[in-house]
């Protein structure tokens, strides 16, 4: 077979994958890994801070998250090693292309797997009783089928046996169908932890406009389900084409694969990054309109003079939305309650000349410690 041949290399691009030869392939799929990657880190260190403010110090979720966010920096930079060598464009493997290429693939297996787990451990510290089992479900089948993915990328596909790949090999379309399954149970996955809470939260002691605000800050990894979706409708779309439309639609899933692990950190963060929001409303919501009458009591005297009493708080935050972020050390010492009240009382003066004045006691301080659930 002459491979110089037009006819023969026409012939050969409808039956076998077959590289673009358009460099614009390059700058799409590296603009855009990099653009999510910007946006994840940006809500990834927020909610760092955010937990670091709040409390001086991170937990097991946070630490997972960071550890998803190294994987996908990772997997990115290899990604984007790989197409300056020409991967889609000239080649679609090689000595220096395909063991960087399945590296990548498998940092961001693991970044999925970490920040879902960062996602579970979350609904986790919330939940109580039998939806603490379902979370320890969800979390392993999420995990080990990450790893296992990891793993199986690096197997050879039968023809193409190459150093870095070990034997037994399978079809050159395997590694795109257990892609398309991986999806299908990361978004089934992210559905269960994301409607599990819902229960949870309506069990809160809150204000029914604070459910609604937490249940929809939860439900933002429903947007990492429906990328899973997507992936996996692209990875069977792979399959199904040959020639050199395969690499553009290679392209096209090289960028819903990186797409899903930053939905995930995104998603992760968002929950954290709701008390941060609601403390800077407060904070600039207390300078601005009335003058800053919101929030005090107001108390006469029998002159009908009218000045404002400062109420101070502890935690002055009046539902359970902070619920999902540790306790500071303050919150731990005191107690749920009212530590102190004093009596208001009531004069009336039925002199004729006096008419009738009004003589108020009012509370000096009231001081409330957090909410807790019931």
């Known amino acids: 077979m002459d491979l110089s041949d037009p006819a023969v290399l026409a012939y050969l691009a409808t039956i076998y994958p077959m590289p673009s030869g358009d460099p614009a392939i390059t700058t799409k799929v590296i603009a855009a890994i990099w653009v999510m990657a910007s946006i994840s880190t940006v809500f990834l260190a927020a909610r760092i801070y955010c937990r670091a403010s709040h409390i001086g110090s991170i937990w097991w979720d946070d630490a997972c998250l960071m550890v998803a966010w190294v994987f996908l920096i990772t997997a990115v930079s290899l990604q984007t090693e790989i197409f300056r060598l020409g991967y889609l464009v000239t080649a679609l493997s090689g000595p220096d292309i395909g063991p960087r290429n399945l590296a990548s693939d498998s940092c961001m297996k693991l970044a999925l797997a970490f920040s879902k787990t960062s996602f579970a451990l979350t609904v986790w510290k919330i939940s109580a009783g039998w939806t603490r089992y379902i979370v320890y479900v969800v979390a392993v089948v999420m995990n080990v089928t990450c790893v296992v993915h990891a793993i199986l990328v690096w197997r050879a596909s039968c023809g193409t046996e190459e150093a870095f790949n070990f034997e037994p090999c399978w079809s050159s379309d395997s590694g795109i169908w257990m892609n398309m399954v991986g999806s299908i149970i990361s978004a089934i996955t992210d559905f269960i932890l994301v409607f599990l809470p819902v229960k949870i939260i309506m069990g809160l002691q809150m204000k029914r ?11 933002i990894g429903i947007f990492a389900g429906a990328v899973s979706i997507v992936k996996a409708v692209e990875s069977y779309g792979v399959v199904k084409v040959v020639g050199p439309v395969f690499s553009y639609r290679l ?24 008390v941060l929001f609601r403390q800077v409303v407060r904070k600039y919501g ?22 404002s009493a400062a109420v101070t708080a502890v935690n002055p935050d009046d539902s359970s939305g902070k619920s999902i972020l540790p306790p500071t050390a303050e919150e731990r010492k005191n107690q749920m309650g009212i530590h102190r009240t004093q009596q208001v009382k009531v004069e009336y003066d039925s002199s004729p000349t006096g008419g009738m004045a009004e003589k108020w006691q009012q509370p000096e301080e009231i001081e409330m410690s957090s909410y807790k659930r019931r």
């Open 209 to 219: 406009i604070e459910k609604i605000g937490v249940a929809v800050a939860m439900s």
């Open 286 to 307: 207390a300078n601005s309109g009335d003058g800053g009458a919101s929030g005090q009591y107001i108390k006469s005297n029998q002159q009908s003079a009218f000045h």
């Open 251 to 274: 392209a096209n899933l090289s960028i819903w694969i990186h797409a899903e692990p930053n939905a995930a950190i995104v998603a992760s963060s968002i929950p954290v990054l709701r």
